[in-house]
Structure formats: C-alpha cells, structure tokens
C-alpha cells in the first residue's frame, strides 16, 4: 500500500506563507496526478489544485494566484505553496494521489490515495 503523509501546517496570521508538503511511500509504485484539497469547518472538501504527470495544473477559483503547486517525481513529494493568506483559507488540507500504479503479486494495479490531512488555521 502507498501511505501519503503531509506536513507543514500551522497557525498563521493574514497575509503569511506556508507551505505543505505531501510524501509518498510504500513499495513500487508511480504516481500520475496530484491534488490538494481542503476541508474548512462545517463545509465540504473542495479541489484546491491539481498538477499532471506532464506539470500542467489547474487550481480552484478561490486561489486567484495565491497558491502553487508543484512536485518533485525523485523524491515522490508534491507541495502547495500557500502566500497571501486568508482566514477563510482555514481548513484541513489533504493531498490525493487519484491514479497512482501500484506494483504488488507480480502485477501493477492503480488505486486512489490519500493523507491524513493537515490543518491550516489563519487568524486576522
């Protein structure tokens, strides 16, 4: 199985950076797609941003440039670069890996994952 941890969360002011980073580990296996999602309280989870295997990416409306994300296939890491935050940017970050092929009994098969989450609090 492929675990995916993130990290980087915190609490933050309006108008900080952060920057959370999701890993990969587990076995043989290659991951296409990323995404971050997040989860704000009381709310549904919603798409952030994705970046494709060729690093094409697309981001949620509310991210109007403020965010980018990016991924290093050598050391399996996919990072969201968070500046000009918002309190309404509190929420629970996940990261997905959605078409990630997973090598186990001598065949590959694809599997969608995800982290635990990490929380992002910004305070105004």
């Known amino acids: 199985q492929v675990q995916l941890v993130e990290s980087g969360g915190g609490l933050v002011q309006a108008g900080d950076s952060l920057t959370l980073s999701c890993a990969a580990s587990?076995?043989?296996?290659?991951?296409?797609?990323w995404g971050w999602y997040r989860q704000p309280p009381g709310k549904q989870r919603e798409l952030v941003a994705t970046?494709?295997?060729?690093?094409?990416?697309m981001y949620g409306d509310f991210v109007q440039g403020r965010f980018t994300i990016a991924r290093d296939d050598a050391k399996n890491t996919v990072y969201l670069q968070m500046n000009s935050l918002k309190p309404e940017d509190t929420a629970v970050y996940y990261c997905?890996?959605?078409?990630?092929?997973?090598?186990?009994?001598?065949?590959?098969?694809?599997?969608?994952?995800w982290g635990q989450g990490t929380q992002v609090t910004v305070s105004s």
């Open positions: 587990g076995g043989i296996f290659t991951i296409n797609s």
């Open positions: 997905n890996a959605p078409d990630t092929y997973y090598y186990i009994g001598k065949s590959w098969t694809i599997d969608d994952y």
């Open positions: 970046i494709a295997s060729g690093g094409n990416t």
